[in-house]
T-cell receptor, first 116, second 117 residues
């Protein structure tokens, strides 16, 4: 099946620990994104990557880190520096094209992270 | 500041009825507008994408309209079903010019629709 896969679906973290959320896609998409969703708020961009070995901070990057060593994979690490990490995390991918952008963004099923 | 505002925040309708969700935006320059459906605890799924030259687009019982002059969009759901219960998110993409990569997506907070039997 073609698609974008996030794992795990649920994740529990103790305070002070780093955790890594997995995102894998087999759509051959160049661009990948991480969003955070909190109740009553729109999705907020954490990090994005338009090409392998390159990534850019989004609106709320503090306390998070990413890597893009392979086109298919874009893992997100939530570090202990993130003071309020409990949230629903969504990974997305799209074909990155120049010019008028009419590209589809495909989302994974999300990972719900809870700090205990 | 680029913003996307959706109304109402929540809506309850009876099965079989029609409903319309609204989206107003201030994103400029504009590239396209998308409507997504998000079931509880799941990722958003695209319903429609419209560029500035498109006034209406349908996907089954879902019909989206766009007025680029007034910067308004609506999503009309016909003959609602219980499975339509979800959050509907309006997303506007910025235009970044020729040769640029995909612009930022600005998300609305969503309208939570509940369809009751």
């Amino acid at each position: 099946d073609g698609g974008i896969t996030q794992s795990p679906k649920y994740l529990f973290r103790k305070e002070g620990q780093n955790v890594t959320l997995s995102c894998e896609q087999n759509l051959n998409h160049d661009a990948m994104y991480w969003y955070r969703q909190d109740p009553g708020q729109g999705l907020r961009l954490i990090y994005y990557s338009q090409i392998v070995n390159d990534f850019q901070k989004g609106d709320i990057a503090e306390g998070y880190s990413v890597s893009r060593e392979k086109k298919e994979s874009f893992p997100l690490t939530v570090t202990s520096a993130q003071k309020n990490p409990t949230a629903f995390y969504l990974c997305a991918s799209s074909i990155s094209t120049g010019g008028l952008s009419n590209t589809e963004a495909f989302f994974g099923q999300g990972t719900r992270l809870t700090v205990v | 500041k680029n913003q996307v505002e959706q109304s109402p925040q929540s809506l309850i309708i009876l099965e079989g009825k029609n409903c319309t969700l609204q989206c107003n935006y201030t994103v400029s320059p504009f590239s396209n507008l998308r409507w997504y459906k998000q079931d509880t605890g799941r990722g958003p799924v695209s319903l429609t994408i419209m560029t500035f030259s498109e006034n209406t687009k349908s996907n089954g019982r879902y019909t989206a309209t766009l007025d680029a002059d007034t910067k308004q969009s609506s999503l009309h759901i016909t003959a609602s079903q219980l499975s339509d219960s979800a959050s509907y998110i309006c997303v506007v993409s910025e235009w970044v010019g020729y040769g640029g990569s995909q612009g930022n997506l600005i998300f609305g907070k969503g309208t939570k629709l509940s369809v009751k039997p």
